[in-house]
């Protein structure tokens, strides 16, 4: 459980580390950053600030929080901030940071486990359509084996009823070739259905 804290110390050192904070909303929580450290198997505390993984991040200019300010605030506890971020949506999971990071901190898994943690919590998706787009990309790989572009993005327009959005590229994305009319199963379709088992079954625990 969760102990809420104010100090004035630890916002001090977050607008040292170049956030901006409102002292009359700060809430922190001292066991996220122990939580997030054991899901994610991370040593968050091994951070130094070094900006390496947010100056290599290729959406970096789309997030609200950079990659190494998320980290900073999982240290600190700033839970709610962090859980209804955009930049945890934003997040294209390139491992971009990761490889970069000179402690290997794996920070694209961090911010996976934070997207499990703020849908597990309710918090609203700090992207509205992206969690949708998350839930059709897994959805299409469960059923095929690999993505079928077409059943994934017909879900997806259906369910955030964006159906005129990006109506233009899809078309030329179909003309090239690179939508297939028809979905294509891999050969070990099994392996792979019991891997989303294993998931199911872990996340039931
Ligand atoms: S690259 Fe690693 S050490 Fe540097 S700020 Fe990012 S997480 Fe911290
Ligand atoms: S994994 Fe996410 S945070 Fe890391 S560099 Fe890629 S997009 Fe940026």
């Not at 200019?61 to 962090?82: C, F, N, W």
């Not at 491992?95 to 911010?111: E, F, K, L, Q």
């Amino acid at each position: 459980m969760g102990v809420i804290l104010r100090t004035e110390k630890a916002v001090e050192k977050l607008e040292a580390s170049g956030l901006q904070t409102d002292k009359s909303i700060i809430n922190l929580d001292e066991s996220f950053a122990r939580h997030i450290g054991l899901l994610s198997g991370q040593s968050l505390a091994e951070c130094y600030q070094c900006v390496k993984c947010s100056a290599g991040c290729p959406v970096a200019s789309a997030m609200d929080i950079l990659p190494h300010q998320i980290i900073r605030m999982v240290q600190y506890g700033i839970k709610e901030t962090v859980l209804s971020s955009q930049t945890i949506w934003i997040c294209a999971s390139c491992y971009t940071c990761s490889v970069r990071c000179p402690n290997g901190i794996d920070i694209a898994h961090i911010m996976d486990v934070l997207r499990q943690i703020s849908l597990a919590e309710g918090f609203p998706p700090g992207e509205k359509n992206v969690p949708e787009f998350h839930s059709a990309f897994l959805s299409s790989v469960k059923k095929t084996g690999r993505v079928y572009e077409l059943g994934m993005l017909a879900r997806y327009k259906f369910r955030t009823g964006t159906f005129m959005q990006d109506m233009k590229l899809g078309a030329k994305m179909f003309l090239k070739g690179k939508i297939k009319l028809l979905p294509h199963k891999i050969r070990r379709l099994g392996e792979v259905r019991r891997m989303f088992q294993a998931a199911s079954n872990r996340e039931s625990k």
